[in-house]
Nanobody
Framework: VQLQASGGGSVQVGDSLRLACTASGRTFSSYGMGWFRQAPGQEREFVATISWSDGSIAYGESVEGRFTISRDNAKRTVYLQMNNLKPEDTAVYYC????????????????????????WGQGTQVTVSS
């Protein structure tokens, strides 16, 4: 699965951005998609995830209530709507795809962890200035 992320940019505190990630290739093998982010000098952090089949969703604590993940199965595209952005949201945002062994159980066990994902996009920079 190849992933192409887009939509990053530089915004002010309180602004919104929408990221998109389009999957191509062996997309039938993808069970769920995730967004992670990495700020300079920090570990990569889980942001959000959604499954292709039933739309099951989970968010990281730091973005719950401000970010919304959604999917368009026909376009094989996942979106991350980011509202009320804060300086601490500044990071490179990565989208990822995981097969999770085509298992509902495995997806729910591993969806918040990088090791659950098989393919990664190139990353898109989000910068929030105060």
């Amino acid at each position: 699965v190849q992933l192409q992320a887009s939509g990053g940019g530089s915004v002010q505190v309180g602004d919104s951005l929408r990221l998109a990630c389009t999957a191509s290739g062996r997309t039938f093998s993808s069970y769920g998609m995730g967004w992670f982010r990495q700020a300079p000098g920090q570990e990569r952090e889980f942001v959000a995830t959604i499954s292709w089949s039933d739309g099951s969703i989970a968010y990281g604590e730091s973005v719950e209530g401000r970010f919304t993940i959604s999917r368009d199965n026909a376009k094989r595209t996942v979106y991350l709507q980011m509202n009320n952005l804060k300086p601490e949201d500044t990071a490179v945002y990565y989208c990822a795809s995981g097969s999770f062994g085509d298992s509902y159980y495995a997806y729910h066990q591993l969806r918040r962890f990088q090791r659950g994902y098989d393919s990664w996009g190139q990353g898109t920079q989000v910068t929030v200035s105060s």
